[in-house]
Each structure stands twice: as structure tokens, then as C-alpha cells.
């Protein structure tokens, strides 16, 4: 009676494994498309120091309508307004970066000054 409990338990356990599938290729081979938020240290609460990145500046480039819609949208709010309006264009937040720039004082002072910038990385899964 034991060995056939076991024998049961152990082709259950079998069967069980048997039957779980494999991931499959879509998720392997998905590709993303990146953008950069760029956000200056003293203008976190307004546009002026906001600027985003989608590869528009590359000789390859191509027009992209919505990210310049949400770029016309970056000058008129803040920065939890871009970060919320991406959300809801399904970018995804990747990472989050802080870089440290120098900035000249002025023209006349040759003192420069560290400032960190925040960087938000976001991915979108392209079609």
C-alpha cells in the first residue's frame, strides 16, 4: 500500500511539471523604445528646466505626432504632469538617474557650480 501512494504522489508530482509551458518567444523578443525625461535640479516645480529626449535630434529620425504632442504638453505643466501623462501613454518608469552637471555662474565669473540633474529613463513596448 505504501509504494502504490508513492508511486501515485510521484507520478502526480511528474504530471503537474509536465504540464507548465514553456515562456513564450513574444516576451524574449519584445522591443522597446526609450525616452529620457530630463529634469534641472532648481526647476523641479516648473517647465523651464524640462526636456525630452526620444532620439529626435538623430539623422535617422523620423517624426514621431505624439511624442511632439507631449512635448507641447512638457511646456505648459510640471513635472509629476509629464510623468503622469507618459503613465497613461504606457511608458513605463525603467530607471531613475541623478548626473551631475557643472553650470558657469555667469559670463563674467569663472566659478562653476555642481547641479544634479534627475533623469527618468521610460520604455514602451513597440508593436
Same mark, same amino acid.
Given at each position: 500500500?505504501?509504494?502504490?501512494?508513492?508511486?501515485?504522489?510521484?507520478?502526480?508530482?511528474?504530471?503537474?511539471?509536465?504540464?507548465?509551458?514553456?515562456?513564450? =518567444?513574444? @516576451?524574449?523578443?519584445?522591443?522597446?523604445?526609450?525616452?529620457?525625461?530630463?529634469?534641472?535640479?532648481?526647476? /523641479?516645480?516648473?517647465?523651464?528646466?524640462?526636456?525630452?529626449?526620444?532620439?529626435?535630434?538623430?539623422?535617422?529620425?523620423?517624426? @514621431?505626432?505624439?511624442?511632439?504632442?507631449?512635448?507641447?504638453?512638457?511646456?505648459?505643466?510640471?513635472?509629476?504632469?509629464?510623468? =503622469?501623462?507618459?503613465?497613461? *501613454? *504606457?511608458?513605463?518608469?525603467? =530607471?531613475?538617474?541623478?548626473?551631475?552637471? &557643472?553650470?558657469?555662474?555667469?559670463?563674467?565669473?569663472? &566659478?562653476? /557650480?555642481? &547641479?544634479?540633474?534627475?533623469?527618468?529613463? /521610460?520604455?514602451?513596448?513597440?508593436?
Amino acid at each position: 500500500m505504501k509504494w502504490l501512494l508513492l508511486s501515485t504522489f510521484l507520478l502526480s508530482v511528474v504530471a503537474a511539471q509536465a504540464q507548465t509551458t514553456p515562456p513564450s =518567444n513574444s @516576451d524574449q523578443l519584445a522591443t522597446y523604445r526609450y525616452c529620457v525625461l530630463v529634469v534641472g535640479g532648481k526647476y /523641479f516645480s516648473g517647465p523651464q528646466g524640462l526636456y525630452l529626449d526620444y532620439g529626435q535630434g538623430l539623422p535617422s529620425a523620423t517624426a @514621431d505626432v505624439e511624442m511632439e504632442q507631449l512635448v507641447a504638453t512638457l511646456k505648459k505643466t510640471s513635472v509629476v504632469g509629464i510623468l =503622469n501623462s507618459l503613465g497613461q *501613454h *504606457h511608458w513605463e518608469l525603467v =530607471n531613475t538617474l541623478l548626473v551631475p552637471t &557643472e553650470v558657469r555662474g555667469s559670463s563674467l565669473d569663472r &566659478e562653476t /557650480f555642481l &547641479e544634479l540633474e534627475t533623469r527618468y529613463v /521610460f520604455r514602451r513596448r513597440t508593436p
